[in-house]
């Protein structure tokens, strides 16, 4: 993805006034449900990724949810977990889970907004690249593991897979 570097000096103490100038200013597609809650759609590498975005005031919580466009089918979702246990060891920030529901793979961060501290357009750009970024980066093994019949180790060394020199 490309970066987004959009210089923001605004800071909000609701989070999600930044998320949706964010989405009006690199033209996502966005819908804000009310003060507490906004959905976009920003395109990655693999599909256009779905996010969620929330905001808890009394716990000063905004928490991400970026859901990958892959149904996992029931049979698989023994080995998904597995995956999803691989992966997340290779995260430093944010994990990765199966929301049971929509039987989606969703990479969720939250970012805690207490004592003045406010949400800076930075800060929110830096946390929906990172979003991005981890699902484009892991969005193959999920695929080698549903419809390449891979196992979960090796659907993830497989996505992982970093070429060296020059051809």
Sequence with gaps: ?????????????????VVEH????????????????????????????????????ELGVM????????????KKKTKLFHLLALANEKLW???FELWPEEKL???????LFRDGNMAS????????EIAVFECDRFYPAFQFLIWGGRDPRNALLSALLETEGEA
């Excluded at 959009?6 to 989070?15: F, G, Q, S, V, W």
């Excluded at 928490?63 to 029931?74: Q, T, W």
């Design 1 to 17: 993805m490309n970066s987004l570097q959009t210089t923001i000096e605004e800071r909000a103490a609701n989070p999600l006034d």
């Design 22 to 57: 964010l989405a009006v200013t690199h033209d996502w597609p966005f819908h804000r449900q009310n003060e507490e809650e906004l959905a976009a759609e920003i395109e990655g590498q693999w599909c256009t990724y779905k996010l969620w975005f929330s905001w808890h005031p």
């Design 63 to 74: 928490h991400l949810s970026c859901a990958l466009d892959i149904k996992v089918p029931e």
């Design 93 to 95: 920030l944010g994990h």
């Design 105 to 111: 793979p969703v990479f969720r961060y939250a970012c």
């Design 121 to 128: 357009g930075e800060l929110v750009e830096d946390v929906v």
